[in-house]
């Protein structure tokens, strides 16, 4: 099966919501130590953090099968961080199946990965859409009401699985017998 990526986001924002917004939210497109940060409190929510612009270039008429996510986080403080959401985006806008993950955030970047090769996240998938400048991934950290702590992710990376269309056979046939 055809994949393409796994490709960095080319962007990241805050997505300005009633819970703690993200600090250098552009910081997740190079896997670099520099961090979009977000300071919880015991009990804490973050926004919503959006990685976008990740420039696919998936072939006109092809089917998407399934993304693999890739996110690079870390925690620091006495608490705990997890997942409060991990969804895909669509056209600029959370969409399909939740895929965060209950296991806390580590104390050192490492990689955590969300979804398969045949993972459509409980959604359809155009390749107009996959290849949209707004299409993309956001995850919102909660603390586990322990203590204050600060989730930090470093970078994004999403691999798109595909199938090209089946090649059309053309048969002439025999004219005139």
């Known amino acids: 099966m055809p994949s393409q990526g796994p490709l960095s986001a080319g962007a990241g924002a805050n997505i300005a919501g009633p819970n703690t917004d993200w600090a250098t939210p552009g910081n997740v497109t190079v896997s670099d130590d520099s961090r979009a940060t977000a300071a919880l409190a ?6 919503g953090l959006q990685m976008t612009a990740f420039g696919f ?4 008429g092809a089917t998407i099968n399934g993304f693999v996510v890739e996110i690079e986080k870390s925690m620091t403080g006495a608490g705990t961080i997890n997942d ?7 056209g600029g806008v959370v969409v399909g199946t939740d895929h965060g993950v209950v296991p806390a955030w580590p104390a050192t970047d490492a990689f955590t990965t969300y979804g398969s090769s045949s993972d459509l996240w409980g959604t359809t998938w ?52």
């Open 42 to 47: 015991i009990s804490g929510a973050s926004d």
């Open 57 to 60: 270039s998936i072939p006109a």
């Open 84 to 90: 409060a959401s991990v969804f895909l985006v669509k």
């Open 126 to 177: 155009t390749v107009a859409q996959v290849n949209a400048s707004n299409f993309g991934v956001e995850i919102a950290a909660l603390e586990a009401g322990v203590n204050t702590a600060t989730a930090r992710v470093d970078f994004g990376r999403i691999t798109v699985y595909y199938t090209l269309p089946a090649a059309r056979s053309f048969s002439p046939g025999i004219f005139g017998l």
